[in-house]
Nanobody, 114 residues
Framework: QVHLVESGGGLVQPGESLRLSCAAS????????MNWYRQAPGKERELVAS????????KYADSVKGRFTISRDNAKNTVYLQMNSLNSEDTAMYYC???????WGQGTQVTISS
């Protein structure tokens, strides 16, 4: 059974950083492309970042390019999202997802507020 557990969210001030983690199990993580999404209240879910199974390819939404970095550790079955220079527009619930599977974790809340 596919299982995704996000962690690392919290309440931080504008300009600060957070690192999200997503622990995966129940599938062949090392062969799976992974995505991070976010959903703010009243808005549609947005694809934030993607990483290929071998970490060679990464993509980012324009809104986070240059501030967020997606990475993975295939030995630990974990994908990360390093978020720097956070602002209020980044406030949302963040989810990881296997690109080719319609399975979601419970998400981790990120709130940016002074």
């Amino acid at each position: 059974q596919v299982h995704l557990v996000e962690s690392g969210g919290g309440l931080v001030q504008p300009g600060e950083s957070l690192r999200l983690s997503c622990a995966a199990s129940g599938f062949s993580f090392r062969t799976a492309d992974m995505n991070w999404y976010r959903q703010a209240p009243g808005k549609e879910r947005e694809l934030v970042a993607s990483i290929s199974h071998n970490a060679i390819g990464t993509k980012y939404a324009d809104s986070v390019k240059g501030r967020f970095t997606i990475s993975r550790d295939n030995a630990k079955n974990t994908v990360y999202l390093q978020m720097n220079s956070l602002n209020s527009e980044d406030t949302a619930m963040y989810y990881c997802k296997v690109r080719d599977l319609n399975v979601w974790g419970q998400g981790t809340q990120v709130t940016i507020s002074s």
